[in-house]
Every structure is written in C-alpha cells, then in structure tokens.
DNA sequence: TAGTACGTACAGTATAAACTGTACGTAATT
DNA sequence: AATTACGTACAGTTTATACTGTACGTACTA
C-alpha cells in the first residue's frame, strides 16, 4: 500500500469520525483537528497543525485550547522544542462519555433550579390569590420540573 | 396575582425550558414554539402562534413541521374550524429521550458503517502488502469502530 | 365559477458562527 | 540589548443558519 493511499484512507477517517465527534457538540474543525492528532502518534505544533488542515494558525489555537479545556489534548513538554505541543488523549470513550454526561448534567440542573425559583415566586404569600390560570400554569411547571429531574436521572445512568 | 403577572411568569418559563429543549437539538424558535404550546391547552393555528411568538407565519409553518415530524406536536381536526391545528405532545420525557436515543443510534450506526467499509478497503487482498505504517492506521480504525460500538452500547442501555 | 382563505415554496435578507490576518506581549536566542 | 520566534487578542471577512415577504397552488365559500 502506497504513501498516498495511507493518506487517502487517513482522510477518509478523519472526515467519518469527525461527524460522530460534532455529535459531542465540537466544531467541525475542533473535531477534525482532534483525528488527526488521534491518528498521529507524534505530538504536533500549531504549525503542523495549519500545514496538514489547511487552516490559519490562528484557528489552530484557538481550536486547541478548546479541545484543551475539556481534556481531550494534552500539552507535551520536550527537551528542546520551544514550541508547543499537543497530542490527542487516547482513551476515546471516557473521555468522551464524560465530557458528554458532564454537559447535560450541568446544564439541565441549572435550567432546572431557575424553574424552580420560578415556582417558589409564583407560590410566595404575597401573590397568594388563587385562579383556575394559575393552577393550570402550576401544574405545567411541575411537570416541566420533573421532566429535568427525569432527564438528571437518565444522564446520571450513563456514569454507571 | 394578575393576567400580566401569569404572562410575565409564563414569559420566563418558556426562556427557561426552551433552552434545555435546545440541547435536544431543537431550534431556539422550535423550543419556544413547542413551549408555547406545551403551556397553552387549546390547539393553535398557525396564525395565532405567529402573533403570540412576533414571528412570520412562515417560521410558524416550517418551524411546526420540524415538531411534526419528530412527533412532539400532533394536528387536531376541530368541527368547523377550517384552520390547521396544533397542541403539544404532553408526554415530555418520553418523547425528547426518544427522539434523542433514536437520533444518536442512527448516527453512530450509519457512521460506524462508513468506517468498517474503509476498514474492509484496507484489508482487501489486492492491497495486502504490510507496512508499520499501515499497521498502525488499522489499529486507530479498530480503536475508533470500538468508540462507536461503546457509543451505541451507552445509548442502547437509555432505553432500558 | 369567482372569490377568499389557507399553508408553504422559494428567494432574498438579517443575524450568528466560523475562520483569517495583522499586530502585539512575552520569552528564548544571539 | 537587540533580534527572532512563539502564541493569542482582536477586528474584520467569509460562510452558514435563521428568519421574512411575496407569490402561488389548493381547497373551501358564496
């Protein structure tokens, strides 16, 4: 097998996995960015980064220190280079799985305690004049809070 | 408590659940829409959804179709009533975790798919001479296929 | 069967997201 | 100390997404 299939199968994987990975809520070029480091043994700097995605330096950083923050690359330190260099956390799945749940969970709680701050002003003594509206109103909040505490308890599954 | 208040209340519950509603996938305006319904008893028209949310009818229109069409609002006939009808489906949690397991297993699958027929073009007889480099790509892919069948195992697992 | 009301296709516009280039602060090199 | 190399802030540009208005096909109304 040839230099140039390698490439040409290597392309093909980064564009396939890279859709899954957009499903973990990453760019399109954070995604691809990590493949490739993934797929690259080496750890890479922005400069290589740019020269093998055809994109600006600046993207490049700015891509990484996405993947960064959520743990997906790691900064490697070697004797010396004086430019940064990253390569791809290799343990895919809980890394994934965990930024994945953490995100959901984060945001569903907080949605979920601004519901109920929602509810405990609706029901605070001053407003206290019953109407059927009112009731009915309630009751829909109610249930949309417990949809988020449903949907807390489904995420909270996945961690085991 | 006043018709503005419960307005004002209703106001902040639709922010408020719309926003998780958009982790689903949903639109900002598909949130709000379905919300709106979700919070309102009576089937809507078109029109009347389109002057309680300040948006064109044709948002209304293409915005209601996408709720259809993942099955979150139903039409409803009214004797009489020559307009389009809609209320929202009120089986919140069951509706959304479908939806969202379904939407993760298709896109897994079909990707998962994708990656094992490049697995199989590497492995092809005619192209069977060995290299490190090769080797090596093979085992990223295996790893990645893996990823996919864990990803697929988690969402399998949602469903009880 | 002429007229009116309805939903939506389609093209255009506005808004948001992704991406680039320049320019600058910091740090290593000479 | 001066120079060069590095990463990134920031403003501008491109591309994608969300949204609107007009215009049309279909079906109900008179």
């Known amino acids: 097998m040839k230099d140039s299939q390698l490439e040409e199968v290597m392309n093909k994987m980064i564009i396939e996995f890279s859709k899954t990975l957009e499903l973990f809520g990453l760019t399109p070029l954070e995604s691809r960015l990590f493949v490739y480091l993934y797929l690259t043994d080496d750890p890479l700097t922005l400069d290589e980064m740019s020269e093998a995605l055809g994109k600006s330096k600046t993207s490049m950083s700015t891509s990484i220190r996405?993947?960064?923050?959520?743990?997906?690359?790691?900064?490697?330190?070697?004797k010396g280079v004086r430019k940064d260099l990253y390569e791809a956390n290799s343990q895919l799945y809980k890394s994934f799985s965990t930024i994945y749940i953490s995100k959901?969970?984060?945001?569903?709680?907080?949605?979920?305690?601004?519901?109920?701050?929602i509810r405990h002003e609706i029901d605070s003594p001053k407003k206290a004049a019953i109407s059927k509206e009112k009731e009915k109103l309630n009751k829909k909040l109610d249930e949309i809070i417990n949809?988020?505490?449903?949907?807390?308890?489904?995420?909270?599954?996945?961690?085991?």
């Open 66 to 78: 996405s993947l960064f923050d959520l743990n997906l690359v790691t900064r490697v330190w070697k």
């Open 147 to 160: 949809f988020h505490v449903q949907i807390e308890g489904l995420f909270n599954n996945m961690k085991q």
């Open 104 to 117: 959901w969970l984060d945001s569903t709680n907080h949605h979920k305690d601004t519901l109920m701050e």
